[in-house]
C-alpha cells in the first residue's frame, strides 16, 4: 500500500488569481512549488492532483485547455504521479467527482492502492479538506497562493 500526497490545484500548485485559470498563458506555477513536490517524492509519497475544472461546465475553457496546461505541469513538475479533474459545476448540474465529493479521490485510492492512513490532502478550500475526511485521508488547509514547501519539509 502506498502512501500519497494529495494536492488541490489552483492555489496549491499554482497561482489562483481569484476567478478561473484558463489557459496556459495564465497558469503560473508557485515558487517553491517544484522543491516541495520533489521532496515529498523523496519522501516516499506518491503524488496526485485532485482539481475541480468547472469552467469547463461554464464554457469559459475546454477539457483540451485543460490537458495543455497538465502537460506542461507533469512536464515542469515530473514527480506528479497523476492528475484527477472534474469537469462539472453544482450551477450546470451535481457530480460526485466535484469536490467536496470524494469520486476522484475514490478512483486514485482503488487505481494506485493507497493506503488512505498514511496520505493526506492539501488543499486551500474547506471542500478539499471534506473531500479528504470523506475517504479517510488527513487534511491541511492551507491559505491561497501560500508557501507549500513548508508543510512538506514537517512530514515524515
Same mark, same amino acid.
Given at each position: 500500500?502506498?502512501?500519497?500526497?494529495?494536492?488541490?490545484? /489552483?492555489? =496549491?500548485?499554482?497561482? /489562483?488569481?481569484?476567478?478561473? *485559470?484558463?489557459?496556459?498563458?495564465?497558469? !503560473? @506555477?508557485?515558487?517553491? !512549488?517544484? /522543491?516541495? !513536490? +520533489?521532496?515529498?517524492?523523496?519522501?516516499?509519497?506518491?503524488?496526485? =492532483?485532485?482539481?475541480?475544472?468547472?469552467? @469547463?461546465?461554464?464554457?469559459?475553457? *475546454? %477539457?483540451?485547455? !485543460?490537458?495543455?496546461? %497538465?502537460?506542461?505541469?507533469?512536464?515542469?513538475?515530473? +514527480?506528479?504521479?497523476?492528475?484527477?479533474?472534474?469537469? %462539472? %459545476?453544482?450551477?450546470?448540474?451535481?457530480?460526485?467527482?466535484?469536490?467536496? +465529493?470524494?469520486?476522484?479521490?475514490?478512483?486514485?485510492?482503488?487505481?494506485?492502492? @493507497? $493506503? =488512505?492512513?498514511?496520505?493526506?490532502?492539501?488543499? $486551500?478550500?474547506?471542500?478539499? @479538506?471534506?473531500?479528504?475526511?470523506?475517504?479517510? =485521508?488527513?487534511?491541511?488547509?492551507?491559505? *491561497?497562493?501560500?508557501?507549500?514547501?513548508?508543510?512538506?519539509?514537517?512530514?515524515?
Amino acid at each position: 500500500m502506498q502512501k500519497t500526497l494529495f494536492l488541490d490545484r /489552483d492555489g =496549491v500548485i499554482n497561482h /489562483d488569481p481569484g476567478d478561473y *485559470t484558463s489557459s496556459l498563458e495564465e497558469f !503560473v @506555477i508557485l515558487a517553491d !512549488v517544484p /522543491d516541495a !513536490v +520533489q521532496l515529498a517524492s523523496e519522501k516516499g509519497y506518491k503524488i496526485i =492532483v485532485i482539481t475541480n475544472q468547472g469552467g @469547463i461546465a461554464k464554457g469559459l475553457y *475546454t %477539457h483540451e485547455e !485543460v490537458h495543455r496546461i %497538465h502537460s506542461y505541469l507533469r512536464d515542469q513538475i515530473p +514527480q506528479i504521479d497523476a492528475i484527477f479533474y472534474s469537469p %462539472h %459545476h453544482p450551477e450546470y448540474g451535481n457530480s460526485l467527482t466535484r469536490k467536496p +465529493q470524494s469520486l476522484l479521490l475514490e478512483r486514485a485510492i482503488h487505481r494506485y492502492k @493507497i $493506503d =488512505v492512513s498514511k496520505s493526506l490532502m492539501i488543499g $486551500d478550500k474547506d471542500r478539499d @479538506i471534506e473531500c479528504a475526511a470523506r475517504v479517510g =485521508v488527513k487534511g491541511i488547509l492551507i491559505a *491561497t497562493n501560500d508557501s507549500l514547501l513548508k508543510y512538506i519539509q514537517s512530514l515524515d
